[in-house]
């Protein structure tokens, strides 16, 4: 009877350890998604970790639109050679990878057909075609997001530009909750590899008309509400050369980034250069002189011999350059 007793009271003592061990384990396995408040306000990072600082995120998803003439690709293909290359900076930003790698996935073009625009890019910039080792691309999407995590478990990325959103996405764009459940998935990825993840998207034809907007992007609010960051590139309505690159989402950064664009030259060989002009976005479109009264004045003030800072300050633009944008147009 003893050992009956004995026996008992050991296995007894073997299942509680073992519900033990398992409801610890179900713990440990909610408790990784944990993050603690304290713990974050004491860790040594003072700012954002960036890819291309400040604008752009070190992982998570972002977007750039614009229309089919816009040169879209070639500013995004730029970046992807910039940081597989190990160029310190792009577009007048600078550059901070880790692993000097990227991944470029194109729906719309082939392997033939970026190789030469490749080509005519790296004969303007002088790079030699051995820089490029680590930039691959993919022209095959099928399963995408299952090969996409494998290829970044082998190899870490800095970047994954995905050309483009339209061609992935097969269901209604007006439906925000299965446009959001779609780039969930490469939210997950982004987030899992800490990369960042970047979709060319369109905007749609009138919006040619309107200021540079979150809200241009063809399809539902479901895309850009789950952008990090948001981009429209924009050609100048009368300089063919010139490009406006407007950040029209990013909670993160200051509105000093969110009202004027960077003014980018799109040079005979492919490249995009950075001018160091800055526009309203308001400017960007035509615009009469019924809408902005302000045009008028500063004609006036200009003719009475002051300077364009001097014309800028009185009416509140932003810089100087804004001032001589309008009265060029």
Known sequence: MNELIEQLRSDTQKLMHQMHEQIEAEKQTYRKYLVNGYDMLNSSAEEMECLLHPILPRSGVAALVGSSDSGKSTLLRGLAMAVASGRSSYLGFELRPK?????????????SAVSVLMQRQIEELGIAKESFASLDFIFEVENLVANLDKLLEERPRDLVIVDAFADLYSGPLNENNRVRSFLNQFSQL??????????????GKRTETLAPSKHNAIGSQGFEAKMRLMMELRPDPERHDIRHLCIVKGNYLSDDYK??????????????EATGERVPFGLIRERSDEEDPRRELARAM?????????????????NASSVHYMLNK
């Open 99 to 111: 692993h000097r790698s990227a991944l470029y996935i194109a729906t719309e073009d082939d392997a």
């Open 190 to 203: 982004a987030v899992k590899h800490s990369t960042l993840i970047i979709f060319l998207h369109h905007t």
């Open 259 to 272: 009202h004027d664009s960077f003014v980018l030259r799109f040079t005979s060989g492919l490249n995009f």
């Open 302 to 318: 200009r003719e009475e011999g002051k300077s364009y800072r001097q014309i800028a300050e009185e009416l509140g633009y932003n």
